[in-house]
């Protein structure tokens, strides 16, 4: 089984603060996606990676930062949290051949108070 | 541009009934679509693919793409209570690289 896996499944953190939100995942995907859900808007693209250190912005990028360090591991960075990113965030990965279609982490409920 | 638009419902049906999702996107150039269930409180999983013009068939869903309307659908057979969630209709666009684009997704409510 495709495992992605976030490391919190829960956050509350304070305005300002710089925040770390990690996935990994076990299938040697080359491609994994960062995404946040809110009501209303669906799930919306933050950043992407196809390769390791590669990373490509996605439709609301603003606010935030990535890092691809190793293949299976793909973190998002609030450089300064604000209550406005306040969401579901969702990790995602995918491969090249073979299975193509995204799996999903189980998702990091953030709160910014 | 590269949007996915679908209706987000409610879409209402009894059990038993074929409820059917739509979805249309906008990039021409999209090579692969995606249907994906979400549960409430749950990540998306995926029910469905399909890259080629015509119907694809899973025991009681049928995916139909159509590439010159720029249109793809769900349909979900003999409808049940656990079918009820959020259908997201996801999109591999080739301005969006690897990346899947989601529309907002139809919540469809299956009553007994």
């Known amino acids: 089984d495709v495992k992605v896996t976030q490391s919190s499944r829960y956050l509350v953190k304070r305005t300002g603060e710089k925040v770390f939100l990690e996935c990994v995942q076990d299938m040697d995907h080359e491609n994994m996606f960062w995404y946040r859900q809110d009501p209303g808007l669906g799930l919306r693209l933050i950043y992407f990676s196809y390769d390791v250190k590669m990373k490509e912005k996605g439709d609301i990028p603003e606010g935030y930062s990535v890092s691809r360090e190793k293949k299976e591991r793909f973190s998002l960075i609030l450089e300064s949290a604000s209550t406005n990113q306040t969401s579901m965030y969702l990790c995602?990965?995918?491969?090249?051949?073979?299975?193509?279609?995204?799996?999903f982490g189980q998702g990091t409920r953030l709160t910014v108070v | 541009q590269k949007e996915v638009e679908q209706n987000s419902g409610p879409l209402s049906v009894p059990e038993g009934a074929i409820a059917s999702l739509n979805c249309t996107y906008s990039d021409r150039g999209s090579q692969s679509f995606f249907w994906y269930r979400q549960y409430s409180g749950k990540s998306p999983e995926l029910i469905m693919f399909?890259?080629?013009?015509g119907d694809k068939e899973d025991g009681r869903f049928t995916a139909q793409l159509n590439k010159a309307s720029q249109y793809v659908s769900l349909l979900i057979r003999d409808s049940q209570p656990s079918d009820s969630a959020t259908y997201l209709c996801?999109?591999?666009?080739?301005?969006?690289?690897?990346?899947?684009?989601f529309g907002k997704g139809t919540t469809l409510s299956v009553s007994s």
């Open positions: 399909i890259y080629s013009n």
């Open positions: 995602a990965s995918r491969g090249d051949r073979g299975l193509i279609e995204a799996f």
């Open positions: 996801a999109v591999n666009t080739n301005q969006a690289g690897t990346a899947l684009i």
